[in-house]
């Protein structure tokens, strides 16, 4: 389905300069997709090159906005998250500034608020890079894990 246009300042909670995704285009309770066009100038670009780790960020970032898509759709509040893990990332090609990146989630796994999911990266339909996630999503306050005290 596609999601109602929602600037995506409420579905993350990411702001400038690290936000990596400028829209959520598709969203459902297992996938999403969303779109980034990065930029001369913005952050992690150097030499007219993209490091690399962004694409993990991008993608972990269009998980976050698909969280918060489908929580909005309940009435709730956009909730925090954190990427735990990365699994099997591999970069196949270099990313282009100024050409839309497509991101590309789906949630392979679900245990309480931890999920697998697998995620890639296409730019003008080529496959630059692929992997998994392992994301813990918070839904209220009380899924916030503590660590003791020592």
């Known amino acids: 389905m596609s999601p109602d246009p929602v600037d995506i300042a409420e579905l993350i909670p990411h702001r400038p300069p690290m936000v990596m995704i400028d829209r959520l285009v598709r969203c459902d ?37 698909m969280q918060g898509y489908l929580l909005k759709q309940q009435g709730r509040k956009a909730s925090q998250g954190l990427l735990v ?18 991101m590309t989630i789906t949630v392979a796994n679900c245990v309480g608020p931890f999920r697998i999911v697998s995620g890639s990266v296409s730019q003008d339909g080529s496959l630059l890079a692929e992997g998994q996630m392992k994301v813990f999503l918070q839904e209220d306050a009380h899924e916030v894990p503590t660590m003791p005290v020592a």
């Not at 992690?44 to 694409?55: D, M, N, P």
């Not at 893990?85 to 497509?102: A, E, Q």
């Open 29 to 65: 309770a297992t996938s999403a997709e969303g779109i980034k066009t990065f930029h001369a100038g913005d952050y992690g670009i150097s030499g007219g090159s993209i490091s690399e780790s962004l694409l993990v960020e991008c993608l972990a970032q269009t998980v976050a906005a």
């Open 85 to 102: 893990g990365i699994d099997n990332f591999i970069v196949y090609s270099p990313v282009r500034v100024g050409s839309p990146l497509m």
